[in-house]
């Protein structure tokens, strides 16, 4: 199984801010690599797909960028409405795994 | 609209069973792989099971083979998770997703709660 870890857990940014979350495998999943939005009480939302594709929708202030092992999101101006835990899923390999997930709160 | 609509969430108790269904509608259902992904309370995302989309293939997460079995019904746009043998760890929200089989989820429904206790 590869593991997928995040971090940090939590990150606290002002309005405004950048924020960089990072995830990483355990092993190399090329670019097999998404990353998802979740708020409370709320069914996951797909941010990025091929660790750098924005899916249908989602603003251009949200970035993925890496390969392999090592995986970046970035959020370029946080807005108030992107406060939210945020996780990385690798489809590389059965089982498909999530990381732990970063909790982005407002500083 | 695209839209997922899970139920047959609720109380079981240990060692008991539970079936959940998800309703898809809005898109060709026949033409995607369905997904079920859960949330413990206060926890993360945990992929569950995944059947193609003509039903032919099936992969499970370790903590619920053999325990769980996960079906569709392309003339009614539904897939299914028959749940066996529940114990505390399986509490959670269950969401049902599609997509591709073998890639990331793009569409998701709002989840329905199990709650596994005496």
């Known amino acids: ?107 | 609209e695209v839209q997922l609509l899970e139920s047959g969430g609720g109380l079981v108790q240990p060692g008991g069973s539970l079936r959940l269904s998800c309703a898809a509608s809005g898109f060709t259902f026949s033409s995607y792989a369905m997904n079920w992904v859960r949330q413990a309370p206060g926890k993360g995302l945990e992929w569950v099971s995944v059947i193609s989309n003509s039903g032919d293939s099936t992969y499970y997460a370790d903590s619920v083979k053999g325990r769980f079995t996960i079906s569709r019904d392309n003339s009614k746009n539904t897939v299914a998770l028959q749940m066996s043998s529940l114990s505390a760890e399986d509490t959670a929200v269950y969401f049902c997703a599609s997509g591709n089989l073998g890639y990331y989820m793009d569409v998701w429904g709002k989840g329905t709660t199990v709650t596994v206790s005496s």
Do not use: H
């Open chain 1, 1 to 107: 199984e590869i593991v997928m870890t995040q971090s940090p857990a939590t990150l606290s940014v002002s309005p405004g801010e950048r924020a960089t979350l990072s995830c990483r495998a355990s092993q190399s999943v090329s670019s097999y690599l998404a990353w998802y939005q979740q708020k409370p009480g709320q069914a996951p939302r797909l941010l990025i797909y091929g660790a750098s594709t924005r899916a249908t929708g989602i603003p251009a202030r949200f970035s993925g960028s890496g390969s392999g092992t090592e995986f970046t999101l970035s959020i370029s101006s946080l807005q108030s409405e992107d406060f939210a835990v945020y996780y990385c899923l690798q489809y590389k390999n059965w089982p498909l795994t999530f990381g732990g997930g970063t909790k982005v709160e407002i500083k």
